[in-house]
């Protein structure tokens, strides 16, 4: 799992359209679908949030989720960056 934000997704809009937000519970994945409500667990301290899947990606090798700095914040990751993690799926739409 690893982090993003408005700076770093090159603008504010996601795949979905929706606006991207820093401090929202949002997150990227490659497949899932738009809306799709995860639980997303650091595998490094326990700490867990549910995100909804609003946009593509990680595009880097090896990493399953990118969610929002706000959501990286609540889960204590920011300054590790990226930590492994357990994506949990909870609702479809």
Not at 38 to 59: A, L, Y
Request: one cysteine or more; hydrophobic letters at 35%.
């Amino acid at each position: 799992m690893s982090w993003y934000s408005v700076k770093t997704n090159g603008g504010t809009k996601t795949a979905s359209g929706r606006k991207f937000s820093n401090n929202g519970a949002t997150a990227a994945h490659r497949t899932l679908r738009f809306g799709t409500k995860v639980r997303v667990t650091n595998s490094s301290n326990g700490r867990s949030q549910i995100v909804t899947i609003t946009d593509r990606g990680p595009f880097i090798k090896g990493r399953i989720i990118d969610v929002s700095i706000g959501t990286a914040r609540k889960l204590g990751f920011v300054n590790a960056g990226v930590v492994n993690c357990k994506v949990e799926v909870l609702s479809e739409p």
